[in-house]
């Protein structure tokens, strides 16, 4: 059965440094989301990607952010300079075309910022 | 933006009792509603799901109801087992899903 991957499972990076944080959705999909999850709370949504472009982006999702789908397979998230309370889990999700929104999500990736 | 209250935030129960979480919504654009279950450290889960143009569904020990009226929604897992025992997320999608702050589900054996 396809699976959404993402690499690392882990990443630590010293606060103020670059992340890219890599996912490889499912082939036949067409939308892309990040989610976030700080330890011991709820999956918030950060951005959804459609069509090259970004479709929706949360209030946590600043200048700092950027998604990118460099090819046909990749679809990435970079924080340019990390801060400490960008620590947590980062799932990322694909769906399909169809109508019903079934998202399927990553295993996360989680981002320790020292 | 759309808004997802879930409770309760924990929750203990005996095994074979049953346990049931609820979720109410605000944005009536909202057309899908799947149910979370989460481990420590685990990507969400997806136990089971429903479509704004069904009332309920069940699967197994698992059912789900959707009051659109209202905009409730409800997890029913029956005859619990110590392996229910997680984080239980409750999510709205209209594309992008908003979740539920989550229930802890402890069920004692």
């Known amino acids: 059965e396809p699976e959404v991957t993402q690499t690392p499972s882990h990443q630590v990076t010293q606060m103020g440094q670059e992340v890219i944080l890599r996912c490889v959705p499912i082939?036949?999909?067409?939308?892309f989301y990040w989610y976030r999850q700080i330890l011991g709370q709820k999956v918030e949504f950060l951005v959804s990607?459609?069509?090259?472009?970004?479709?929706?982006k949360s209030e946590i999702f600043d200048d700092q952010f950027s998604v990118e789908r460099p090819d046909g397979s990749n679809f990435t998230l970079k924080i340019r300079s990390t801060k400490l309370e960008d620590s947590a889990m980062y799932f990322c999700?694909?769906?399909?075309?169809?109508?019903?929104?079934?998202?399927?999500f990553g295993p996360g990736t989680r981002l320790t910022v020292l | 933006g759309e808004n997802v209250e879930q409770h309760p935030s924990t929750l203990s129960v005996q095994e074979g009792d049953s346990a049931v979480i609820k979720c109410t919504y605000s944005?009536?654009?909202?057309?899908?509603f799947p149910w979370y279950k989460q481990e420590l450290g685990k990507r969400p889960q997806l136990i089971i799901d429903?479509?704004?143009?069904?009332g309920e569904k069940k699967d197994q020990r698992i059912a789900v109801t959707l009051n659109k009226t209202a905009k409730h929604f409800s997890l029913h897992i029956t005859e619990t087992q110590p392996e229910d025992s997680a984080v239980y997320f409750c999510?709205?999608?209209?594309?992008?899903?908003?979740f539920g702050d989550g229930t802890t589900l402890t069920v004692k054996p």
């Open positions: 999700a694909s769906r399909s075309s169809g109508g019903w929104n079934e998202q399927f």
């Open positions: 082939s036949n999909h067409l939308y």
């Open positions: 990607f459609y069509n090259n472009e970004i479709s929706e």
């Open positions: 944005d009536s654009a909202s057309n899908y």
């Open positions: 429903i479509r704004s143009n069904v």
């Open positions: 999510a709205a999608s209209r594309g992008k899903s908003t």
